[in-house]
């Protein structure tokens, strides 16, 4: 991680409290569900896959979500969701590892932890198929990477740049997203994915990431070569959450049928 960037303030205090928090007390062992080949079963079936995210909040969403994570979890699976992404950072996005524990435990799809994992002790928080380490946070992502593998996990590799994606595959990444949010400004622009996507070789899986919102986005992103797509905000978006659109089935259905 570069100590001399720039980060808006709500990265800045997403990161003070992630280098404080610890991990948990015994080693995780996993046995994942695969990520790859739920997509590609998906992809069999017809429908886009889409990784849908259990989301209370965040620092560029108003309001929170209310409703049980569980009953989110299972809407968005019967809307067709291939995977889950659950975030377990408690302080700025509301969650918790218990609520992936549960999540995973209803669901039969694969579930993401979404977290800013920076040290090896905090990946022995809580069971899950897929990590999310950020590329321009690890200070060493050689050997958080494999840790992680060793204990089980798949491993999401986020980027935002074409530098980012050679530091991960250099680190042996094989999935990576491309978020589309500038985490330094926290401004979002989906020509982000169609730049960075060319840097990222066909061998590996490809995930767009953030500013999904339109059956249109998902075109435009599926265009530019992405595997899967992470949506959150866009399915979220429901009466109970203070937005619109649908409920967070028909919401999931919407984007996966696109």
């Known amino acids: 991680m570069d100590a001399n960037e720039e980060f808006a303030p709500a990265i800045r205090s997403i990161l003070e409290t992630a280098r404080e928090r610890g991990g948990g007390d015994e080693r995780v062992d996993v046995e994942a569900r695969s990520l790859l080949d739920a997509i590609e079963q998906t992809e069999t079936e017809g429908r886009v896959p889409v990784i849908a995210e259990v ?29 889950l992404s659950v975030l377990t950072e408690p302080e700025h996005f509301g969650g918790t590892p218990e609520d992936l524990q549960a999540v995973r435990e209803a669901v039969d799809v694969p579930v993401l932890r979404k977290d800013f994992i920076l040290r090896e002790e905090q990946l022995d928080t809580v069971e899950a198929d897929i990590i999310l380490l950020i590329a321009r946070f690890v200070d060493d992502l050689d050997s958080l990477l494999t840790a992680a593998r060793e204990r089980g996990f798949q491993v999401l590799v986020e980027t935002h740049t074409e530098s980012e994606v050679e530091q991960a595959l250099a680190a042996g990444a094989d999935i990576i997203g491309v978020n589309n949010r500038d985490l330094a400004k926290l401004e979002v622009d989906l020509a982000t994915f169609e730049r960075v ?7 590996a899986t490809l995930i767009a990431e953030s500013g999904i919102g339109t059956t249109d986005d998902v075109a435009r992103m599926r265009e530019a070569g992405a595997d899967a797509l992470l949506i959150g905000s866009a399915i979220m978006a429901h009466d109970d959450a203070g937005g619109s659109g649908g409920d967070v089935e028909t919401n999931t259905r919407r984007f996966t049928q696109a």
């Open 55 to 83: 989301k209370p909040t965040s620092p560029t969403t108003d309001g929170e979500q209310r409703a049980d994570p569980v009953e989110l979890a299972e809407q968005m699976v019967a809307g067709g969701a291939t995977a």
């Open 197 to 203: 996507s060319e840097s990222v070789p066909e061998s």
